[in-house]
């Protein structure tokens, strides 16, 4: 079976702009969760999403929106970039929302300039 | 917060040692989560254990979960060259934490061939 896969790998994108950032889960799994790495940090939580309810939010600002489809697909929205938004974004799927282990795509490289 | 402490930041072995990485949380669990990350790629997880487990084995990992010290330890045995990552650990809640896993700074470990 396919792992977490997200598109696109690298994105290279000016401040005040938008970017739309995709997952899709593991097959079956309905909890999709997104977290961002600044470099040499470790990932920070910014959005759960199961059964196409969001679950839970971390402490991101509005500009971070998010939504999950009727396949459990989710896509993560950032407005209005500011460097800062520069980090790898990674989206984890689980079985369900609790205790699951999380299972980690490879992430989409976001560089703001 | 759940956010895990991982100690030391850095550990640097000669292959065939062992590794050991300790973690420190300030609030109860419901359980406790390892995950590594190779440079640049999704963070891949590696044991769960449950607060009321003292220790797992899998493969060449043992961890170890003290509650009472609010502290768990990860032991790699004979490290080789492909554990070269850096390690994180994730206390978890459970119940209403929806699948939000807190994560430190990790630690960097590097195993020279």
């Known amino acids: 079976d396919a792992g977490v896969t997200q598109s696109p790998t690298h994105l290279i994108k000016t401040r005040g702009q938008q970017v739309t950032l995709r997952c899709s889960p593991i097959?079956?799994?309905?909890?999709v969760s997104w977290y961002q790495q600044v470099l040499g940090q470790g990932p920070q939580f910014i959005f759960q999403?199961?059964?196409?309810?969001?679950?839970g939010r971390g402490n991101f600002p509005d500009r971070f929106s998010a939504r999950q489809f009727p396949n459990y697909s989710s896509e993560l929205n950032v407005n209005a970039l500011l460097l800062g938004d520069s980090a790898l974004y990674l989206c984890?799927?689980?079985?369900?929302?609790?205790?699951?282990?999380?299972?980690f795509g490879n992430g989409t490289r976001l560089t703001v300039t | 917060s759940q956010q895990g402490e991982e100690d030391p930041q850095a550990l640097s072995i000669q292959e065939g040692e062992n590794a050991t990485m300790n973690c420190s949380y300030k609030?109860?669990?419901?359980?406790l989560q390892w995950y590594r990350q190779n440079s640049g790629r999704g963070l891949v997880h590696l044991i769960l254990?449950?607060?009321?487990?003292r220790e797992k084995h899998s493969g060449r990992l043992r961890v170890t979960l003290d509650t009472s010290k609010k502290s768990s330890s990860l032991l790699i045995t004979a490290s080789r060259a492909a554990d070269t990552a850096s390690y994180f650990c994730?206390?978890?809640?459970?119940?209403?934490?929806?699948?939000?896993?807190?994560f430190g700074q990790g630690t960097i470990l590097t195993v020279h061939p």
């Open positions: 999403y199961y059964e196409k309810e969001e679950r």
């Open positions: 994730a206390p978890n809640a459970g119940g209403t934490s929806y699948g939000k896993l807190t």
């Open positions: 097959s079956g799994h309905k909890s």
């Open positions: 609030t109860s669990i419901n359980n």
């Open positions: 254990i449950r607060s009321n487990e």
């Open positions: 984890a799927s689980s079985l369900r929302q609790d205790v699951s282990p999380l299972h």
